[in-house]
Structures are given as C-alpha cells and as structure tokens.
C-alpha cells in the first residue's frame, strides 16, 4: 500500500498570504495519480485538484498543484478566508491512500 | 449537477449490520462509478470501495474484504454499502462520492455510524 505524508500538520498563515501543502508518497504514484481536497468541519471533502496539477470545476486560479512521482504540491497564491480548512492529498496509482490532511489556520 | 442523497444516522451494536443508501439524481447514473469512503471522528479519509452501476461489479479495498458489500439499483438510482460483523472501530461518517479514481463528480452529505453496545 501507498502511504502518503503530508506537511505540515499545520499551517498557520494570515489572509493574503502563500500557502505551500507538501504531500509525499512512499513509492512513485504514477506521474500524476494525485489529488487534493479541502475539507470544511461538518462538510464532505471538496475536489480541488486532480491530475496532480488540473483544477476541479469551478475552482479558483489561486488554487494550484504541482509534481510527479513522489513529491508533489499544493499552493495557494493569497489565502482568502474561506481557504481556512484540512487539505487532504489522495493518491490513485495503486489502489486508493489519503494523506493525514493539513490543517490551515490563522 | 449530480445530486447525491445519504441515508440518515444509525446506531449499531457490536456484531450487526449496517446499510447505507445513496441516491443519486441529476446525473446518467450507470454512467459514472459510486465511491464509498469513510472518516472516523477526528479522523482521516479512507476509501473503502466503489461500483459502476452500468457493469454492477464492485470492488473493495483489501482491509474490507469479507465485511463489505456494495451494490447498486439502476432502476432507483441508488447505490448501497453493507457492512457486517460490525466492531466500535467502523464509528465513522460514511460517505458516498461520484468518481473511480478521484472524486470530484459529487459527494453525499454523509452518514454517521455509530457503533456501541
């Protein structure tokens, strides 16, 4: 199975600021069998990225993800305060494996 | 926009049985593969199988074998996990998503189980 680790555990960031997830495999995914999901308390998960670097429909441009492999990114450009939530990386190369999340906060 | 619908929460006993509906609307059903996953309190996401309803076979993840069934009703539009022998451990929410790979067709609201003698 395909572990995946996510860093940090949390990201303590001010409106307008980068945000820059890390999520890291065990062994390579594929070149680009990754996804990303945000994830409100009390919501299901929302698609944010898939394809390792394609953003879902109807997502905002700040939104970005990037790497292949076994390294792979998640940047937000300038945080609004709706981006405030856990970010989950989800890898389907082999199987199904989600990360532990990050959590982005104030 | 495809719209899925959970069934609501339930309470189980250590042992039993639970199934969970999710109906879906607003998409071609037979078209698209249903994901189930799961979140234990405070907890990460784990996938725990899907079907495509337009071949009806599922698959599931290894840690579920033998304890998990899924399946799904063309003619209602609803997909459906069973899961048996039932310990506190599969305390979770219990979602439904649209998608085989990643999950970005929809998701259901969830579905908390609870299980507690």
């Known amino acids: 199975e395909i572990v995946l680790t996510q860093s940090p555990g949390t990201l303590s960031l001010s409106p307008g600021e980068r945000a820059t997830l890390s999520c890291r495999a065990s062994?390579?995914?594929?070149?680009?069998?990754l996804a990303w999901y945000q994830q409100k308390p009390g919501q299901a998960p929302r698609l944010l990225i898939y394809?390792?670097?394609s953003r879902a429909t109807g997502i905002p441009d700040r939104f970005s993800g990037s790497g292949s492999g076994t390294d792979f990114t998640l940047t937000i450009s300038r945080l609004e305060p709706e981006d405030y939530a856990v970010y989950y990386c989800?890898?389907?190369?082999?199987?199904?494996?989600f990360g532990p999340g990050t959590k982005v906060d104030i | 926009q495809v719209q899925l619908v959970q069934s609501g929460a339930e309470v189980k006993k250590p042992g039993s049985s639970v199934k969970v509906s999710c109906k879906t609307s607003?998409?071609?059903?037979?078209?698209?593969?249903i994901s189930w996953l799961r979140q234990a309190p405070g907890q990460g996401l784990e996938w725990m199988g899907r079907?495509?309803?337009?071949?009806?076979?599922?698959?599931?993840a290894q840690k579920f074998q033998g304890r998990l069934t899924i399946t799904a009703d063309k003619s209602t539009n609803t997909a459906y996990m069973e899961l048996s022998s039932l310990r506190s451990e599969d305390t979770a929410v219990y979602y439904c998503?649209?998608?085989?790979?990643?999950f970005g067709i929809g998701w259901g609201q969830g579905t908390l189980v609870t299980v507690s003698s």
């Open positions: 998503a649209g998608g085989a790979d990643y």
């Open positions: 062994q390579s995914v594929g070149s680009t069998s």
């Open positions: 607003g998409g071609t059903f037979v078209n698209y593969a």
């Open positions: 079907i495509i309803p337009l071949l009806g076979i599922p698959i599931h």
């Open positions: 394809g390792a670097s």
């Open positions: 989800q890898q389907y190369g082999s199987s199904l494996t």
